[in-house]
C-alpha cells in the first residue's frame, strides 16, 4: 500500500473548510494509492466534463460515467471535480462531501479501516489539536463499513471530518468524507447523510432500512453534534430530551375507543419501598428483589441477565452529580482513566411526570468478558426546595440492546418520591 503525501496545509495558518485546496490535496492522498497508471489514460472530455462546479436548483442524480455508481445532489449543493475520474466533490459553501470509488486489485489493495485511518492521520500531520471523537461501524452503498469522526479545534476555524469507507464484494473501495465547519456541522448533517445515503454502487445491492439503525437518524445526527461540541452538555441534554418524547410520542399506539375498557395492571406490578421512600412501576415479567434488611439498600428489578438496581444515592446536589458521583466510583474501583461522563452523547436529562431524570448510558464488558449496555441514572422530584435522590444502575445484555433505554426510562419515569 502506498504512502500517504502530506498536505501542505496547516489547519492553524489556514481555515480547513474554507478552501478547495483541501479536497484537492486530499483527493492526490487518496488517488496516490490508486494505480497511477490508470490515472494516466483519464480521457481529456471527462476531465473537461467537471471543470467548473454544477449548481443544482434542485435535487439531481449523479452518475458516474464510467458506470460505477450513482449518486443525490440534493438542492442547493453543487457538483465540483475530484482529482481523477475515481472521484467527485459535492459541496455548499464551506461543507463539502468527497466521494472516492476504487475497484482494488492486486497492486493497489486498501481496507475500510486503512482507508479511513490513513485519512485521519492525514489530518492529524496538520493539526496540532486533532481528536478522534468517534468510532464506528455503517452501511455504505450496501456494503458493511466503518467510519471515524475526527475534530480539529483550531480556534479561529474549528472543523468535523467524518470519513466512512466500505469494500463491496467485488473489491470495491468506496471512501466518503465529509468536512465542515463545527459551526455549520449540526445543520449540514441531513444533506451529508443523504448524499452518503443515496451512494448507490453497481451490481451492489442496499439492504432494508431496519436492518442498518437501531435509532433515527436525527437521533444519530444529534448526538454526533454533542460528541464533537456542537452544543454545550446542558444543550444536548435538553435536545435529547426533547427529541426523545417526540418520538416515543410518534410511536405510541392510538388511544383505544372509548367503548373499549382499558386493560387492568398486572398485580404485583407497583413496588412500595418497605421504608417508604419511593415506589416506582415495574415492567411486566421483572421481578423485584429487595437488598439488605427491609429492602434498606434499595431494591433489585431482575429479568433474566438483565438488572436494575433502585437504591438511594449519596449527598448531592442535583440529579447529574449523583449520576458523576457513581461514575467516578467506578473508575476508581476499576482504576480508569476514563473521563466522565462515559458515554459519547453525555448526560441526558429528562423531564416529566414530577421526575427529574438525570442519565448516561454507555456500553462495558464485565470481568468474564461480556459486552453489556449500562445505564447510570440520578432521579429526583422536580418540585420543591429538598430533594431526596436515588440512584439507578442497570445492566442489559445484548440480547435486549434495542429495549434497554425504554425499558429504563420507564421505570425511572414512574418513580414517585414523598415529599421531604
Not at 69 to 91: E, K, R
Not at 240 to 249: A, F, Q, R, T
Request: net charge negative; charged share 15%; hydrophobic share 45%.
Amino acid at each position: 500500500m502506498r504512502d500517504f503525501p502530506r498536505i501542505p496545509l496547516s489547519w492553524r495558518e489556514r481555515p480547513l473548510v474554507s478552501s478547495q485546496e483541501l479536497y484537492v490535496r486530499l483527493s492526490q492522498t487518496i488517488q496516490n494509492r490508486n494505480n497511477k497508471a490508470r490515472q494516466n489514460k483519464i480521457t481529456v472530455a471527462i476531465l473537461a466534463a467537471l471543470i467548473l462546479p454544477i449548481a443544482a436548483a434542485a435535487q439531481t442524480a449523479y452518475h458516474d460515467p464510467q458506470g460505477r455508481y450513482d449518486v443525490q445532489i440534493p438542492a442547493g449543493w453543487q457538483l465540483a471535480p475530484g482529482n481523477s475520474a475515481d472521484q467527485i466533490v459535492i459541496q455548499n459553501g464551506a461543507a463539502q462531501a468527497l466521494i472516492t470509488v476504487l475497484q482494488q486489485d492486486a497492486s493497489s489493495t486498501m481496507t475500510a479501516s486503512q482507508f479511513v485511518d490513513g485519512t485521519g492521520r492525514e489530518i492529524q500531520s496538520r493539526c496540532p489539536t486533532f481528536q478522534n471523537r468517534l468510532i464506528g461501524q455503517l452501511t455504505l452503498a450496501g456494503s458493511p463499513g466503518v467510519y471515524s469522526i475526527f475534530v480539529c479545534n483550531d480556534a479561529k476555524s474549528p472543523t468535523v471530518a467524518e470519513a466512512s469507507s466500505a469494500l463491496t464484494a467485488g473489491g470495491v473501495l468506496i471512501g466518503f468524507t465529509a468536512i465542515a465547519p463545527l459551526a455549520q456541522y449540526y445543520e449540514s448533517l441531513p444533506a451529508l447523510d443523504a448524499i452518503r445515503d443515496s451512494l448507490h454502487v453497481a451490481g451492489e445491492q442496499s439492504p432494508p432500512a431496519a436492518d442498518i439503525a437501531t435509532e433515527s437518524l436525527a437521533m444519530t445526527e444529534l448526538k454526533k453534534a454533542c460528541v464533537v461540541g456542537v452544543f454545550a452538555q446542558v444543550e444536548c441534554a435538553r435536545r435529547i430530551s426533547i427529541l426523545l418524547g417526540k418520538e416515543e410520542l410518534a410511536a405510541a399506539p392510538a388511544v383505544a375507543p372509548a367503548a373499549a375498557p382499558a386493560a387492568a395492571p398486572a398485580p404485583g406490578s407497583v413496588y412500595h419501598d418497605p421504608q417508604g421512600r419511593f415506589s416506582f412501576w415495574a415492567p411486566q415479567g421483572w421481578s423485584a428483589i429487595p437488598q439488605g434488611e427491609k429492602g434498606a439498600l434499595g431494591v433489585q428489578l431482575r429479568s433474566g441477565s438483565n438488572w436494575i438496581n433502585v437504591l438511594p444515592a449519596d449527598l448531592a446536589a442535583s440529579t447529574s452529580e449523583v449520576v458523576l458521583h457513581q461514575e467516578q466510583k467506578i473508575a476508581v474501583q476499576s482504576k480508569s482513566s476514563r473521563k466522565m461522563p462515559f458515554g459519547p452523547a453525555g448526560l441526558t436529562q429528562i423531564l416529566g411526570n414530577g421526575t427529574e431524570v438525570n442519565y448516561d448510558h454507555f456500553s462495558a464488558v464485565t470481568p468474564q468478558g461480556e459486552a453489556v449496555e449500562t445505564y447510570i441514572g440520578g432521579v429526583g422530584n422536580i418540585a420543591g426546595s429538598s430533594h431526596g435522590f436515588l440512584l439507578m444502575v442497570a445492566g442489559f445484555g445484548a440480547e435486549q440492546k434495542d429495549e434497554a433505554g425504554p425499558i429504563f426510562l420507564s421505570v425511572a419515569q414512574s418513580i414517585v418520591i414523598p415529599a421531604h
